[in-house]
């Protein structure tokens, strides 16, 4: 017979008896029970790369976040190093000079990331690095890929970021991420680094990455915003597919990547854990620049708690199976987790 609680009146039974509040009632019981958390080795750290030996240069739409010199980004290295976030991921301010058609300079050996790329793996060998494959920073119409009488063309841009990775694996680079969303780079990306010694050389593939309005600040960061004509609807995701992100991710892992990543991260957070759920890699969730400063506008307008809602935002990529995110709290975050 189901009893009646005296304190309550109301029917054990209709909870099963469970008294899941027993479990919150302090901070070591909440601590104890907790399922997922974020850790220091669940980061990539996003780093702007920028011409000339100046200081930081600070985004306007990213606040706490500056495009750093080459010795900037191998201090920002050793500062990664010294708190332990296992990789930063480099992104380049092309200055328009340096911008064409073709994206040209994405095959410079010595372009502004090959040449951050090689000074960091100088200076601190033990942090990994990972390169972007795509050529927007470097074109003169912001698109990721050639353009042919307005349309990207597939194939032939496959060719130029197959050797693009290259130039970046020769400079150092331990994980290539192409974000291109072109069909079928991951394969060629891959036959290109095996045919030339870089058998070990990762890739982390975006592999459902949406068009997205939450790319604003980083196109600003990266220069290509002025740029950009039209938009990427016809190579990244319509953001009302889910099940199209089950068919990117297959062809990516078929094609030979070592990480898959979903992005933009908190609004996609059913991708991410269906992805988690359906292949069991190493999957990564990007947390945007637009989510990124969307958390530190809020913040500094006094409506959130910044620190709060970064672990939120954090914690939610753990819970829904990411092994690890890119973030520009990176820094922030793992200074926090050490302070305990
Ligand atoms: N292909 C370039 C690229 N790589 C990462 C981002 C976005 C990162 C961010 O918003 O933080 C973009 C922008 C885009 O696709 O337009
Ligand atoms: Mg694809």
């Known amino acids: 017979m189901a009893e009646r609680n005296p304190m309550t009146g109301m029917i054990d039974r209709a909870t099963g008896g469970a008294r899941l509040r027993r479990l919150r009632q302090s901070d070591w019981a909440r601590r104890l029970v907790r399922e997922t958390d974020v850790r220091v080795d669940d980061l990539i750290w996003p780093i702007f790369v920028r011409e000339g030996d100046g200081g930081p240069e600070p985004v306007a739409s990213m606040p706490g976040v500056s495009r750093l010199s080459v010795a900037g980004c191998v201090e920002a290295a050793r500062e990664a190093a010294d708190l332990g976030i296992p990789v930063i991921a480099l992104f380049p301010y092309t200055d328009a000079s340096l911008r064409d058609e073709a994206g040209s300079e994405a095959l410079n050996a010595d372009n502004l990331v090959c040449r951050a790329t090689r000074a960091i793996k100088d200076v601190v060998p033990e942090v990994g690095i990972l390169c972007d494959v795509a050529l927007d920073p ?6 990721d890929g050639i353009v042919r009488d307005g349309v990207i063309v597939n194939d032939e841009t496959v060719e130029i970021l197959c050797r693009q990775a290259l130039v970046q694996a020769r400079a150092g680079c331990d994980i290539v991420g192409p974000s291109d969303m072109m069909d079928g780079r991951v394969a060629c990306i891959r036959a290109a680094l095996d045919a030339e010694g870089f058998g070990d050389a990762m890739i982390m593939s975006y ?20 740029a950009l004509r039209g938009d990427k609807r016809t190579y990244q ?7 199209e992100a089950l068919r990117e991710a297959a062809q990516d892992v078929a094609e030979g990547a070592d990480m898959i990543m979903v992005k933009p991260g908190m609004p996609y957070l059913d991708i991410l854990a269906r992805l988690v759920d359906e292949f069991r890699m190493p999957t990564f969730a990007y947390q945007t620049s637009g989510e990124y400063s969307t958390i530190m506008a809020a913040a500094q307008n006094g409506w959130i708690d910044g620190d709060k809602a970064m672990f939120e935002s954090l914690r939610a990529f753990k819970r829904a199976g990411a092994s690890g995110i890119l973030s520009y709290f990176a820094p922030r975050v793992a200074k926090a987790l050490h302070r305990g």
Not at 138 to 143: A, D
């Open 237 to 243: 995701m319509d953001m009302g597919n889910a099940l």
């Open 207 to 226: 592999a459902a990455k949406y068009a997205s309005a939450f790319y604003g600040p980083f196109r600003d960061a990266v220069g290509s915003a002025g």
């Open 138 to 143: 470097y074109t003169s119409h912001g698109h």
